[in-house]
């Protein structure tokens, strides 16, 4: 019966409740040895040591009717000051609701802000003030995301339209001219398509591993460095590679996602002649994994923007695309989003000559798989 009732209607008849049996309980302690002094006298035979009575005594018929009236009088004394105090248990309730309401309703910039004194709903209220804050975050970024995405996936889709427009409206092109434009048409195609699948990798590291196995950080790295040797060799970068085993758990596909994008940021950005250093080890419970390169100087400010997605340290002037996320600014942003699917720590640094230092500190061992929310 009290299911379809208010929580305040159901405290304050709890509390009413409770009021009245604390009622019930002092009339039965003064009634019950008043009641039995009375029967302890005899009928018309007073008490030897009987005290001179200096006005009328409560018979037994008269207490107990006092005591039904009290009872009676205590049911609304009872119910109001159950309804009292459930009202002043409930208030910052309603302030969470009503504040909620309105950062429901899209005003995510406002706080319940509950204060003083400190108890279980305030602790509720900077729970949600945490949580709100969280959110907040999340749209803005997520709003960035998109609006970043937006420029980056029309930014192509512009180009081919405008050449394609060029090379209608021009009557005497030849056939090699329609050839020339059908191998940039070509070279454009291939450029969104690498964007797609960067946005598709930071969606999938994002949402986390779906499947997770052991595996050696050293391994990944060595397949990895196998496929981009030949880059590093036209572009006379130094490599030097220290491969202990680390073994660690997670998804491999993420995994690899992570190592590939950090080796291709290190070549990409790097400078003819440059120098990149790759190393794995085992290190107390962890296992590492540091890549340092050297490139362009970057400030040290600078250096957490770059793993947020479309965040560049400067324009690519000369166009190059190399690998995926690489030149769109997905590619660091990739790997921070597996360092958070694994539960893994990232550290991250500007070398003082130039360049860049990323640490990604994994579990060693088999740990439990690290949910992610469809998440910070």
């Not at 005591?67 to 049911?75: D, G, Q, R, T, Y």
């Not at 899209?106 to 709100?132: N, V």
């Not at 390169?293 to 997605?309: A, H, K, S, Y």
């Amino acid at each position: 019966m009290l299911a379809g009732r208010s929580l305040q209607k159901r405290l304050a008849l709890a509390y009413a409740a409770g009021i009245y049996a604390a009622g019930v309980f002092v009339l039965v302690l003064v009634v019950v040895p008043l009641a039995s002094i009375d029967a302890a006298v005899p009928k018309g035979r007073p008490s030897p040591s009987a005290v001179t009575e200096t006005g009328p005594g409560i018979s037994l018929p008269q207490l107990l009717m006092g005591s039904a009236v009290a009872l009676v009088m205590l049911i609304p004394v009872a119910l109001a000051l159950g309804w009292y105090v459930a009202g002043r248990f409930l208030q910052p309730l309603r302030a969470i609701t009503a504040t909620a309401n309105v950062i429901s309703a899209g005003d995510l910039h406002r706080r319940l802000d509950l204060g003083e004194p400190t108890d279980e709903l305030t602790e509720l209220g900077h729970t949600l003030d945490g949580l709100f804050a969280r959110l907040q975050a999340a749209f803005d970024a997520q709003r960035h995301f998109v609006a970043n995405a937006s420029h980056e996936l029309r930014t192509p889709l512009a180009g081919l339209r405008t050449l394609l427009e060029v090379a209608l409206a021009d009557s005497g092109a030849d056939t090699g001219t329609l050839r020339s434009v059908c191998q940039e048409a070509l070279a454009l195609g291939a450029h969104q398509e690498r964007l797609v699948q960067a946005l598709l990798d930071l969606a999938t590291s994002e949402r986390g591993g779906t499947r997770w196995d052991t595996l050696d950080l050293a391994h990944v790295v060595e397949g990895v460095l196998a496929s981009r040797r030949d880059r590093v060799t036209r572009k006379g970068i130094g490599l030097a590679e220290h491969l202990s085993p680390a073994v660690t758990a997670g998804d491999t596909g993420l995994i690899e996602s992570l190592v590939t994008n950090l080796i291709d940021n290190a070549i990409g950005h790097n400078h003819e002649g440059g120098h990149l250093e790759v190393t794995t080890r085992t290190s107390g419970t962890q296992a590492a994994l540091t890549v340092t390169n050297t490139g362009p100087v970057i400030p040290g400010d600078q250096v957490e923007r770059l793993f947020q997605p479309f965040q560049k340290l400067a324009p690519d002037r000369h166009g190059h695309r190399h690998g995926r996320g690489e030149g769109y600014g997905l590619g660091l942003a990739i790997v921070h989003a597996v360092t958070r699917a694994h539960g893994a720590t990232l550290t991250a640094g500007a070398c003082p000559g130039g360049g860049l230092s990323i640490t990604v500190r994994f579990a060693h061992g088999s740990p439990e798989p690290f949910l992610t929310s469809g998440d910070d």
